[in-house]
Every structure is written in C-alpha cells, then in structure tokens.
C-alpha cells in the first residue's frame, strides 16, 4: 500500500505573504484556514523560540482541519542548549513530545534541527532514548561530518526516528532512510531562505519522494525558503511533481 503524501511550508503566519499568498482583506485569525485549501501539514517554527503552553497546543488542535497534520519544531533549548544542561535538554524533550501529544488526530511528526556545531554521539544517544516508539521524531543535521556518519544513521534507524533529507546551498544532499517515514526539507537553492527552485533543482528530491512512497512510506516535505514568498510556490510544483 502506497505511503501518504505531505506537503506544506515551514510557517504559515508571514505578513510578507499578504498580497502573494493571502488575500489582501483576509484576518489573520483565517490564515490557516485559507492556507489549508492549498496544503495538508505546516511546520510550526514558534515552537522553537518559545515552549509553548498546554492551551497554546490545544488551540492549535481545534484549528486544524479534518486530515490536517502540524509538526512542531523541537525547542532551541533542547537542541541548542543542550551543553549548559543536558539532563534538563533531555527532560525537557520528553516533555514536548507530550506537548505535541495534545494535537491528537492533527500530530505530525517532531522535528529536532540541530545546529552545525552539534556532532556529539553521547548527546545524541541521550535524545534518542528519550523518544518513544509512538512518537515520530525527525532530526536535522548541519554538520558536515555528523550529516555524512552513517553509525548516526545506524542509530536513528534503531529508534525509527527519520534522518532529515534537505537541500541547502552550503553542500549537496545526503539522500538516506531510517525510519518508516521520510522527512526532507528545503532551505533554498542558491541563497539561504530566500531563493527559489526550478523543476529541475527539484527532481531529484521528488525521484527519492516517489519512491519512498511506492515502498509504503509516509513522506513529509516543507518549504523553507520563505523570505521572499517562494515557498508557496515551490510547494505546490513540488506537490504536482510527486502526485503529478
């Protein structure tokens, strides 16, 4: 049985998306309504900067249309902070993956994006033995070496937690599978954020997308090249690429 298709963007709540995306007299408190007409999950990057409170969560489930997943980004003090701390990081990411619990029916996966300074094993053996086998966990690797070592694949595979395909302009992708879903994003092609894909940029990735979904894996792909309004676009081309 084929795997399901997700796609959407990194965020949704951008007012520089007003005139390119939202319509100019649409209320923001209708912006993910409308943006759901388009897409089936979004990341939420509010996550990351702040934890966010039990109501917050609920909210956002009540929002959330019929067959609609929200992945929540792993608090920066989980994955950023971890070195002040990291029984308190570990903890702390048990806690919000209950946090994303809340969702219900509307839970995506966690994604925990590390920055290029993390390439610690020990540190990342403590995460991993934190999640649980209910939970689906995607973690992001910016550095070189880490995102290269297949024993890191090794261990994301024994714990089902899905290695992060994506696409950058500082180096080329690491096409690689180890959970039973598939995570890929998309930073820019050329300029970080803020630079858009041909069909050509993008075929690779909708190759590998079509052909984890054959194999009956769920994948999740998102847009993050936001800056100037292009994630919308790409999103939708991509979406068209894999379902054709």
Same mark, same amino acid.
């Given at each position: 049985?084929?795997?399901?298709?997700? +796609?959407?963007?990194?965020?949704?709540?951008?007012?520089?998306?007003?005139?390119?995306?939202?319509?100019?007299?649409?209320?923001?408190?209708?912006?993910?309504?409308?943006?759901?007409?388009?897409?089936?999950?979004?990341?939420?990057?509010?996550?990351?900067?702040?934890?966010?409170?039990?109501?917050?969560?609920?909210?956002?489930? @009540?929002?959330?249309?019929?067959?609609?997943?929200?992945?929540? %980004?792993?608090?920066?003090?989980?994955? *950023?902070?971890? %070195?002040?701390?990291?029984?308190?990081?570990?903890?702390?990411?048990?806690?919000?993956?209950?946090?994303?619990?809340?969702?219900?029916?509307?839970?995506?996966?966690?994604?925990?994006?590390?920055?290029?300074?993390?390439?610690? *094993?020990?540190?990342?053996?403590?995460?991993?033995?934190?999640? %649980?086998?209910?939970?689906?966990?995607?973690?992001?690797?910016?550095? %070189?070496?880490?995102?290269?070592?297949?024993?890191?694949?090794?261990?994301?595979?024994? *714990?089902?937690?899905?290695? +992060?395909?994506?696409?950058?302009?500082?180096?080329?992708?690491?096409?690689?599978?180890?959970?039973?879903?598939?995570?890929?994003?998309? *930073?820019?092609?050329?300029?970080?954020?803020?630079?858009?894909?041909? @069909?050509?940029?993008?075929?690779?990735?909708?190759?590998?997308?079509?052909?984890?979904?054959?194999?009956?894996?769920?994948?999740?792909?998102?847009?993050?090249?936001?800056?100037?309004?292009?994630?919308?676009?790409?999103?939708?081309?991509?979406?068209?690429?894999?379902?054709?």
């Amino acid at each position: 049985m084929p795997g399901k298709f997700f +796609c959407g963007t990194s965020g949704y709540a951008y007012y520089h998306w007003v005139g390119k995306f939202y319509p100019q007299d649409l209320p923001r408190e209708k912006w993910l309504e409308y943006y759901a007409q388009y897409f089936n999950t979004v990341e939420i990057n509010y996550t990351f900067y702040h934890m966010p409170r039990e109501s917050t969560v609920e909210k956002w489930r @009540r929002q959330c249309p019929e067959n609609f997943l929200m992945v929540l %980004k792993a608090s920066r003090l989980i994955t *950023h902070y971890y %070195k002040k701390n990291l029984e308190s990081a570990s903890f702390l990411l048990g806690k919000f993956l209950k946090l994303a619990d809340i969702l219900g029916e509307h839970r995506g996966p966690v994604l925990m994006q590390f920055p290029p300074s993390f390439a610690d *094993h020990a540190v990342l053996d403590k995460f991993l033995s934190r999640i %649980k086998p209910e939970h689906r966990v995607a973690m992001e690797f910016r550095n %070189k070496q880490f995102l290269e070592d297949e024993a890191v694949r090794e261990k994301l595979a024994a *714990h089902n937690v899905a290695f +992060c395909v994506y696409s950058w302009p500082r180096f080329g992708p690491v096409f690689a599978v180890t959970a039973d879903f598939v995570y890929i994003r998309f *930073h820019g092609a050329k300029r970080l954020y803020a630079s858009s894909y041909s @069909r050509e940029e993008l075929e690779p990735f909708a190759d590998f997308a079509r052909a984890q979904l054959a194999e009956g894996r769920d994948v999740f792909a998102f847009f993050n090249n936001d800056a100037e309004g292009y994630a919308v676009d790409n999103a939708l081309t991509f979406r068209e690429m894999v379902e054709g």
